[in-house]
């Protein structure tokens, strides 16, 4: 099987797409939450028409998800910042998870595809055109999935705390520092 060369600028272009990605789906959801809330405070159980205990959890509740926002654009803005100061370590694949889509009537989560590592926990495989710069292995998802066998080696991606940010199969991928 025929390598590609993988360098920084790849990696780098790479990461800047993900988290780009992920900052894009957060605003999307943003009138969702927005909507929650206008919701509790002008709905038929809003807090200026609820008294003691009912008050204090529609407070709660407003606050706890907007904790939940703020560190989720935290925990995605930051790494992109600091996107030149990633950092490469090596694993074998133990394990992978096939993508869970719920049914229209299912209370299931949706899960991406996922690869699971001997050392350093997992990889959600994006829901994009993985590789875009490649031009032997751009693929999607599902074929990152696929082509994957267990016991493969990958560069793995991590930067700043967030560990997994993007995975390279050794076996489609040799990276040179330039």
């Known amino acids: 099987m025929q390598k590609e060369i993988l360098t920084r600028?790849?990696?780098?272009?790479?990461l800047k797409r993900i988290l780009i990605k992920e900052i894009k789906t957060l605003?999307?959801?943003?009138p969702l939450l927005i909507f929650v809330y206008l919701l509790f405070l002008f709905g038929p159980h809003s807090p200026t028409k609820a008294k003691g205990f009912m008050f204090i959890f529609c407070i709660m509740f407003c606050a706890f998800f907007t904790l939940i926002y703020v560190y989720a654009?935290?925990?995605?803005?930051?790494?992109?910042?600091?996107?030149?100061?990633?950092?490469?370590?090596?694993?074998f694949v133990t394990n992978r998870i096939?993508?869970?889509?719920?049914?229209?009537?299912?209370?299931?989560?949706?899960?991406?595809?996922?690869?699971?590592?001997?050392?350093?926990?997992?990889?959600?495989?994006?829901?994009?055109?993985?590789?875009?710069?490649?031009?032997?292995?751009?693929?999607t998802d599902e074929n990152v999935f696929f082509y994957t066998d267990l016991n493969d080696d990958y560069y793995l991606i991590n930067v700043g705390?967030?560990?997994?940010?993007?995975?390279?199969?050794?076996?489609?991928?040799?990276?040179?520092?330039t």
């Open 161 to 177: 705390k967030r560990e997994n940010v993007v995975a390279y199969n050794k076996k489609m991928f040799e990276y040179q520092e």
């Open 9 to 14: 600028e790849n990696i780098i272009s790479d």
């Open 27 to 30: 605003f999307t959801q943003l």
């Open 98 to 139: 096939n993508k869970r889509v719920p049914l229209a009537r299912s209370l299931t989560i949706p899960r991406p595809y996922t690869l699971v590592f001997s050392r350093r926990s997992k990889y959600r495989i994006p829901d994009i055109n993985n590789y875009d710069w490649s031009n032997i292995y751009e693929m």
């Open 73 to 91: 654009l935290v925990r995605t803005v930051v790494p992109l910042y600091k996107i030149k100061n990633f950092t490469i370590s090596s694993d």
